[in-house]
């Protein structure tokens, strides 16, 4: 297994460009969630969804878009970049059971995001 | 005040020391705990985790959480160089969306 996956590793934007941030993970698993990690600062849920065709806000949702179309993928969209938005993004991945219990989240390698 | 909060550290120790390290929080409804290790340039790993209060130990890893004193813990035995990294603590209320706090940077010296 692969497990999560990220690409692209690195992108530099200007201001108000566009791109999407792809996450596939070949688990298996239900939950996909989107964090942003700032420098000396922990991870922040941007959004998280527990299914294909099902997504909900975080944290942090302002200027960012997912859709989850398939079990495996779970693309993040910045439509209008700022440099607010410079910031490394992981993508992660859960199982979560019908049985209830917490569940263990498998991180991506991130992708570092500059906005000038 | 922060939901979660850490000693960001750095944390600086020789070879084969007790590493102890902390995170207190404010949400009461807190269930799930873990600690999450993060080398320099890599996505988090999960190194322990805990359901409500409690001791969990795993190989050199030992992880305490205290409810009543909203407090949680991991003490690493024997450290090793290659434990120098980032030590991310996250808590949840369903086991699911996490809380992290800004982890602690941890460097073992040889």
């Known amino acids: 297994n692969a497990g999560v996956t990220q690409t692209p590793k690195f992108r530099i934007l200007k201001i108000g460009q566009s791109m999407t941030l792809q996450c596939t993970q070949d688990m298996n698993h239900n939950y996909m969630y989107w964090y942003r990690q700032d420098p000396g600062m922990g991870l922040k849920l941007i959004y998280y969804s527990v299914g294909a065709g099902i997504t909900d806000k975080g944290e942090v949702p302002n200027g960012y878009n997912v859709s989850r179309s398939t079990t495996e993928d779970f693309p993040l969209r910045l439509e209008l970049a700022a440099p607010s938005q410079t910031s490394v993004y992981f993508c992660a991945s859960s199982y979560f059971g019908t049985s209830g219990g917490g569940d263990t989240q498998y991180f991506g390698p991130g992708t570092r995001l500059t906005v000038l | 005040q922060k939901e979660v909060e850490q000693d960001p550290g750095p944390l600086s120790v020789p070879e084969g020391a007790i590493v102890s390290l902390n995170c207190t929080y404010s949400n009461s409804a807190f269930q799930y705990f873990m600690w999450y290790r993060q080398y320099s340039r890599k996505g988090p790993e999960l190194l322990m985790y805990?359901?409500?209060?409690g001791n969990k130990e795993d190989g050199r890893f030992t992880a305490q959480v205290d409810k009543s004193s909203k407090y949680i813990s991991l003490f690493i035995r024997d450290s090793q160089p290659s434990d120098s990294a980032t030590y991310l603590c996250a808590m949840s209320e369903s086991g699911r969306a996490l809380t992290f706090g800004s982890g602690t940077r941890l460097q073992v010296q040889p």
């Open positions: 805990t359901y409500s209060s």
